[in-house]
């Protein structure tokens, strides 16, 4: 069956715009995860849907960054006014979501490159 | 908090020896474990899981991991790599107390030479 699939794969940006970044969860899968990954790191945790709610946003670095996910299934990763810190790999992760959701196998996406020049 | 320390960035190795990827933890309370493998240009995927019972757990493409609750460690091993093995991994801990997060550590990239 289909992966879990992001869109764009690269965006390139200006400082200060703003950006979307789009998430396709495998189907059937209630739980979504976004994660960052700079250069030479392991991915950093952003949020945590279960169905449509953020059950956990605590990652998010500050209030220019904001998801949604309206029907429960994608997800939208928006970015205002870019900084050149935010350059990353943004990645998107699904799971099934059983009850205790942290021993889920999480299923990643390729990721997407995002350079704010 | 939790926290997850691999203490290698590289490990070389040449095909066929063995190989162990060091992973530490620092939490608590009882936690999940896991290892994930990132192939170059590919999304990660899951090795293995420790969740509870047998510390030793076996995964995919021979490798295996052994729980040491004592030592706070999770350490990843495989007794003969090949060059398909070339890749990044990444440790990983949660658990009840992180939520619904996933800490990954910095990861290693393990380079088979042939």
């Known amino acids: 069956g289909a992966g879990v699939s992001q869109t764009p794969s690269n965006k390139v940006t200006e400082k200060g715009k703003y950006v979307e970044l789009r998430c396709d969860p495998i189907s059937g899968h209630t739980a979504l995860y976004w994660y960052r990954q700079s250069l030479g790191q392991g991915p950093e945790f952003l949020i945590y849907?279960?169905?449509?709610?953020?059950?956990?946003d605590s990652g998010l670095p500050n209030d220019r960054f904001f998801a949604v996910r309206p029907e429960g299934s994608v997800s939208t990763l928006k970015i205002q006014r870019t900084e050149r810190g935010d350059s990353a790999v943004y990645l998107c992760?699904?799971?099934?979501?059983?009850?205790?959701?942290?021993?889920?196998?999480?299923?990643f996406g390729p990721g997407t490159r995002l350079t704010v020049l | 908090a939790q926290s997850v320390t691999q203490l290698d960035s590289q490990v070389p190795v040449f095909e066929e020896a063995p190989v162990e990827l060091r992973c530490n933890y620092s939490?608590?309370?009882?936690?999940?474990l896991f290892w994930y493998v990132q192939y170059p240009n590919q999304g990660l995927q899951l090795l293995l899981k420790y969740l509870s019972g047998s510390t030793l757990v076996k995964g995919i493409n021979g490798f295996e991991a052994e729980f040491n609750k004592s030592q706070t460690s999770f350490h990843l091993r495989k007794p003969s790599v090949h060059i398909s093995d070339t890749a990044e991994y990444f440790c990983a801990v949660s658990g009840p107390t992180g939520g619904f997060k996933t800490i990954f550590g910095a990861g290693t990239r393990l380079f088979v030479k042939a």
């Open positions: 849907f279960q169905g449509t709610g953020a059950a956990d």
């Open positions: 939490s608590s309370v009882s936690v999940y």
């Open positions: 992760a699904s799971s099934l979501g059983s009850g205790r959701a942290s021993t889920d196998t999480q299923y």
